[in-house]
């Protein structure tokens, strides 16, 4: 190919993809000013129950080897300030470890006060936790259904403040925020909050209060039990099944609500390679979502700007793609205008860079500043949430493209240590169950880095004219190298202390 129409189709290639970034980036506009347009306290119930109406209510409790936080999370939900006479606690457990005796212990314990809570084991995993949820269901008792991952702690009060707003009979589920008892244990812990809080804060206070859609995010939510019936049940096509079921139910014309000031405490995963797991996981779920409602939706009586977030919704994960591609052209397009004299070019895509990035950069520090965090402290992980977002944009442009494409692998489960932030803590962990084995694709994220390495290099050889690009590059230099190295470095060190 001659060399000229190699360096055309470079750019155009490059200049495609940041565009199509720049699109998705303005979304996060949008989502900012739908929050601010919206904000305030959380809506009240249109009727409380009385003490006296309080509705049955069922909690399950999905378990697949959780023998660290099993009995936390049946004691806490045990201790709920409910009636006992209205409550039903399921422990759905599919453990094939000792979780299985750890929980049946505390629901006999539990028994013996006069809980009614049972645990039910199945030893076929059809379904993962999905099959578990469409098997509890079956023998339940509640007109409502509440479900908490393992990983949450919720407070004693948490039904008596949601149940009350299903006394508007439209309204199908509440999703409450998640909170972080482990947020300040490492840096990974800390940027995943801040992910996770923009999520939560902004996305769907946006969306709920705007009238699109949102979902169920898995747990520290309560469904009405004849939402799930009428849209169909628990399916399990999908690795996500709460986002399926969510707008099946959506479409079927059911009312959610989300109580963005009611925070459940959970467990932040510790061990990177498991974040980038539930990271796969999600990613590759709504991209499977997507194919499997995306068209019902556009075909639906829905208004435009409901059929359009539900499109930004379903397929932002396509960005972790692009990102990659990016990651592979960014280097070359700069060497070929630097080395060809086009530097004044440079400057197109500053405008692109900034606004998609700082578009992101608004909408993490407006969600840390809502829920009360200070500027600086705030400030300071902007960048760390930029560059380990970056680093794991290979993770789940391969979670994307195996959906894309229909390749199946099982509904992998983020192992839990029951860890909050103690100094043993962050040395103990590493000689627990679960810890996942290291793959191979650390070993492409570093040679992401050095990719990265040598365009810097390349850079601060030529034209100071260029040097505005820098910091970007440093970014995704930053965000591979430290994925990488922090992937190699967890599994030697949690291979050795399991050795001692």
């Not at 013996?112 to 949820?133: E, M, N, Q």
């Not at 979902?215 to 939402?227: C, L, Q, S, Y």
């Not at 794991?392 to 894309?404: D, Q, T, Y």
Request: glycine share 6%; charged share 20%.
């Amino acid at each position: 190919m001659n060399y000229d129409i190699f360096k055309i189709v470079i750019l155009i290639a490059y200049f495609s993809v940041l565009a199509i970034l720049a699109f998705y980036g303005s979304h996060r506009y949008l989502m900012v000013y739908l929050y601010r347009k919206y904000a305030g306290e959380d809506p009240l119930p249109l009727a409380p129950f009385s003490d006296q109406d309080l509705p049955k209510v069922t909690i399950q409790l999905p378990f697949f080897n959780e023998k660290y936080v099993a009995v936390r999370l049946i004691d806490s939900i045990c201790e709920m300030d409910y009636p006992n006479d209205h409550l039903e606690i399921q422990v759905l457990d599919d453990s094939t470890d000792n979780t299985t005796e750890l929980a049946q212990e505390a629901v006999d314990r539990w028994k013996k006060k006069g809980i009614d809570i049972v645990l039910l084991h199945r030893t076929d995993r059809s379904g993962y936790k999905a099959g578990a949820l469409h098997e509890g269901l079956k023998v339940s008792k509640g007109e409502f259904v509440a479900i908490f991952d393992a990983d949450f702690i919720p407070d004693k009060s948490y039904l008596r403040e949601v149940i009350h707003h299903f006394s508007d009979e439209k309204i199908g589920m509440v999703q409450a925020r998640w909170g972080h008892i482990n947020r300040d244990f490492s840096l990974l812990t800390r940027v995943q909050a801040v992910m996770l809080d923009g999520h939560f804060v902004i996305e769907h206070t946006a969306r709920n209060r705007s009238g699109r859609f949102f979902n169920f995010n898995g747990t520290a939510g309560v469904w009405r039990r004849a939402t799930i019936d009428d849209a169909g049940g628990w399916e399990h096509e999908t690795l996500t099944e709460d986002l399926d079921l969510s707008y099946r139910a959506q479409l079927k014309g059911w009312k959610f609500r989300f109580l963005k000031d009611l925070a459940v405490p959970s467990e932040l995963p510790v061990e990177v390679t498991a974040f980038k797991s539930q990271q796969h996981r999600w990613a590759k779920g709504s991209i499977q979502v997507a194919k499997k409602m995306l068209s019902q939706i556009l075909k639906s009586d829905e208004p435009f700007f409901i059929k359009l977030e539900a499109f930004y919704h379903l397929t932002a994960n396509f960005a972790y793609v692009l990102m990659v591609l990016l990651a592979l052209l960014m280097p070359i397009a700069i060497y070929i205008r630097v080395n060809s004299g086009w530097t004044t070019f440079l400057m197109i895509d500053l405008p692109i860079f900034l606004g998609a990035t700082f578009s992101i950069c608004y909408f993490y520090y407006k969600s840390q500043r809502e829920i009360g965090f200070g500027f600086f402290e705030t400030v300071r992980l902007i960048p760390a949430v930029l560059g380990i977002g970056i680093g794991i944009s290979l993770n789940n442009a391969k979670a994307v493209l195996e959906a894309v494409v229909g390749y199946e692998t099982p509904f992998v489960r983020t192992p839990k240590y029951a860890i909050v932030e103690t100094t043993e803590e962050k040395k103990s962990w590493m000689k627990k169950s679960y810890i996942k084995k290291g793959r191979i694709l650390p070993l492409f994220e570093f040679s992401l880095g050095i990719w990265f390495t040598l365009s810097i290099v390349n850079l601060l050889t030529n034209s100071a004219a260029s040097y505005y690009s820098l910091p970007f590059l440093a970014l995704f230099q930053f965000g591979f190298f430290y994925v990488a190295i922090l992937s190699m470095s967890q599994h030697l060190r949690t291979f050795r202390a399991s050795s001692t």
